[in-house]
């Protein structure tokens, strides 16, 4: 497998791999990861459909890109999808799958003309003292300290960041601005997470700096991401004839390890409540998605608040049975011991009638009823003791939502503490008592807030305990590689998988691991591209250094003397060149 980048590649068709058609492949969850996998299995790797097999623990595809209705309690969505021009992977898998609303069209044809009709931004993205705009005004506050702070995170080593703390490498008038406002409640970062994907995280999207504070960065599907993304996906695999495999629990994979060589022999699951085996040979190929952000997810309602559980989860014990056999299978303790450190809650709330969407329109300031982009992505309270965050995403978002109702989504990421107005804990609270908490950072009156929680909404509370494991501090070999060394049948895909330079908690990650893993265990001769190379570009350098400094000039910058002579001087050294045409293009002089 290697990396490639241009268009000379993005649009060949590979030869068909050698050795192919003898192969078979199975796929251990039917995420996002395990069905681009098999989307390139059949793509790229031209194995016949029937030769993959999906095996799922649950009677439905999709993991955590998920958006049901529920009969007995209504819409659901565990959490929402942001995405940006610059998933390479992402919008090469999705370029061969066919729409399953229009005829003819790719699923990133309908996907492009949507964003281009209907771009998306914020016209609020922070709310203070009950639904007021919180001024941020787009300006991200830095200090020039605190600025200096974030380009010395930009340079430092990978090595040099394992198991440290974002908490490890700022200090508290970093966290006081806007910037960190804007940063933790987008990415859902807590000031314990690993510093390292902090810094990939600013490497990765560097070129959206200055959309960050509104959100013009993004692009969202048309409906919830299961019905956009998933479908499509498992009905272009179903015309292939894959195998989709459900009530099939995978306990381990076991191997044949040898010092230069790791074959995996035998998969152990469990099906229909009875234990079976898969023995496998050496053209038997193995995707497993180690780990889960979703895993041990539970369901609140009206009146109850969702269990919080602790025990393992199967996503995680299958981890642990594969990782005990092998150092370079990884650490899976290392991200799923700590769940105060990793949950947080989110929910889904519908609104029955017509009394809470005025107070919905005066913060989003658009009509939410009108099919086009809405908040823009979540509107956060900035004074809530939950820093609660909520987002309308384009309505219906749901394809069979009535027309009358808006489905929103809801999170807080502070669970542990009480509420502004109900004197509880997120994690403790009914649905009416999250949508009450809510209601009242909308400004409702505090006397319409109890009947309008019971009558005029529903809330379904989802906790989800290990949704931000994938940003615990670690170190290298925590996560295993895509395909570990010596291994010749056997990959890891999805977040908890090693690759290099992209971020965890992407869409993309999930489809770039899944490339990458089809690539190398198929040997298929076509490059994977390459992460977007923006950190590496001067001009990008050069404008979200204006734009994170709220556009302050050099000169305006507080410098030690030496500095400021050095500058000086450099300024004069510089005139003429086209280094001074590219600082006066980006507005630093």
């Not at 479908?231 to 230069?260: C, G, R, S, W």
């Amino acid at each position: 497998m290697y990396y490639s980048n241009g268009n000379y590649e993005a649009f060949a068709r590979p030869l068909k791999p050698a050795g192919v058609d003898r192969k078979s492949a199975y796929l251990v969850g039917s995420g996002l990861a395990s069905l681009a996998a098999a989307c390139f299995l059949v793509r790229d790797g031209q194995m016949k459909g029937e030769h993959i097999h999906i095996l799922e623990e649950l009677n439905i595809a999709g993991g955590a890109c998920d958006g049901i209705k529920d009969p007995t309690k209504g819409f659901i969505i565990r959490g929402g999808r942001e995405m940006e021009n610059h998933f390479e992977c992402l919008w090469d898998l999705f370029r061969s799958i066919p729409s399953i609303e229009t005829e003819g069209v790719s699923v990133l044809d309908e996907y492009y003309w949507l964003n281009k009709a209907d771009p998306n931004y914020s016209l609020m993205r922070a709310t203070i003292n009950r639904g007021e705009d919180a001024h941020t005004d787009g300006k991200f506050a830095l200090s020039d300290e605190a600025a200096m702070e974030i380009m010395k995170l930009f340079f430092t080593k990978d090595e040099d960041l394992y198991d440290k703390t974002i908490n490890d490498v700022f200090d508290e008038e970093f966290f006081k601005s806007n910037f960190w406002l804007y940063w933790r409640t987008m990415f859902a970062f807590e000031q314990w997470h690993s510093a390292l994907e902090m810094k990939l995280y600013i490497q990765r999207f560097i070129h959206h700096i200055g959309g960050l504070p509104d959100f013009s960065a993004l692009k969202f599907t048309k409906y919830n991401q299961y019905e956009s993304l998933i479908l499509p996906m498992i009905k272009y695999l179903e015309a292939h004839h894959v195998n989709f495999q459900y009530d099939t629990k995978v306990t381990n994979v076991i191997f044949d390890i040898t010092k230069d060589k790791k074959v995996a022999k035998q998969i152990v699951c469990i099906h229909g409540g009875k234990e079976e085996t898969i023995d496998l040979i050496e053209d038997d190929l193995v995707f497993v998605t180690n780990g889960s952000c979703t895993e041990n997810s539970s369901l609140g309602d009206e009146n109850h608040a969702p269990e919080f559980k602790t025990e393992n989860g199967g996503c995680w014990q299958l981890w642990r049975n594969i990782a005990a056999q092998d150092p370079s299978f990884g650490h899976p303790d290392k991200f799923c011991t700590d769940t105060d450190k990793t949950y947080w809650e989110s929910a889904t709330i519908t609104t029955l009638d017509d009394k809470i969407p005025p107070y919905l329109e005066k913060i989003c300031k658009r009509d939410p009823f009108a099919g086009k982009v809405t908040t823009g992505g979540i509107v956060t309270a900035k004074d809530s003791n939950w820093l609660l965050s909520w987002t309308i995403n384009r309505q219906p978002h749901f394809k069979d939502q009535p027309k009358d109702q808006l489905v929103i989504w809801f999170y807080g990421l502070f669970g542990d503490v009480p509420g502004n107005y109900i004197k509880k804990p997120m994690r403790e609270c009914t649905g009416i008592e999250i949508t009450e908490e809510w209601l009242y950072h909308l400004g409702v009156p505090e006397d319409e807030i109890h009947d309008m929680a019971v009558n005029s909404a529903r809330c379904i509370p989802c906790m989800m305990p290990y949704i931000t494991a994938f940003f615990m501090p670690r170190t290298k070999g925590d996560r295993p590689k895509v395909v570990p060394d010596g291994c010749v049948n056997f990959a890891f895909i999805g977040q908890f998988a090693d690759t290099v330079r992209d971020t965890v908690f992407t869409t993309e990650y999930s489809v770039r691991t899944a490339m990458e893993a089809v690539y190398t265990l198929l040997d298929v001769d076509r490059g994977v591209p390459e992460v977007f190379n923006s950190c590496y570009d001067v001009r990008v350098l050069l404008d979200s250094t204006y734009k994170m400094m709220d556009g302050k000039k050099l000169s305006e910058i507080e410098l030690p003397w030496m500095m400021k002579v050095i500058e000086k001087k450099g300024l004069k050294k510089i005139q003429g060149t086209v280094i001074e045409e590219l600082l006066q293009r980006y507005h630093l002089i």
